[in-house]
């Protein structure tokens, strides 16, 4: 069984930073694209930034300049470093990882548990 941990998360008024982490654990082979996704109320789910495992990176445009995504190979991690907040960033973060458990196995969409982002004075 596959697990996607989130944290750091929380209120930050604008201007200010957070950085998101998300450990994947459990049975893994592989892990291939791991992102950021975010929804806010009464929005569908929006991609923020994935990274491939070659560190191959893409961010939507409105976070562009603003939040890093980075991932560390080693510790199945992944970190979205967000700056420069702005309250229409406010949202819950999801994490995804698309993860091979077994050498044969398929390749699956995982997600974390969803950690709440608000910007507000």
């Known amino acids: 069984q596959v697990q996607l941990v989130e944290s750091g998360g929380g209120l930050v008024q604008p201007g200010g930073s957070l950085r998101l982490s998300c450990a994947a654990s459990g049975s893994i082979f592989s892990i291939y694209v791991m992102g950021w996704y975010r929804q806010a109320p009464g929005k569908q789910r929006e991609l923020v930034a994935a990274v491939t495992s070659g560190g191959i990176t893409n961010y939507v445009d409105s976070v562009k300049g603003r939040f890093t995504i980075s991932r560390d190979n080693a510790k199945n991690t992944v970190y979205l470093q967000m700056n420069s907040l702005k309250p229409e960033d406010t949202a819950v973060y999801y994490c995804?990882?698309?993860?091979?458990?077994?050498?044969?196995?398929?390749?699956?969409?995982?997600w974390g548990q969803g950690t709440q982002v608000t910007v507000s004075s």
């Open positions: 995804n990882a698309e993860i091979r458990a077994a050498p044969h196995s398929s390749r699956y969409d995982y």
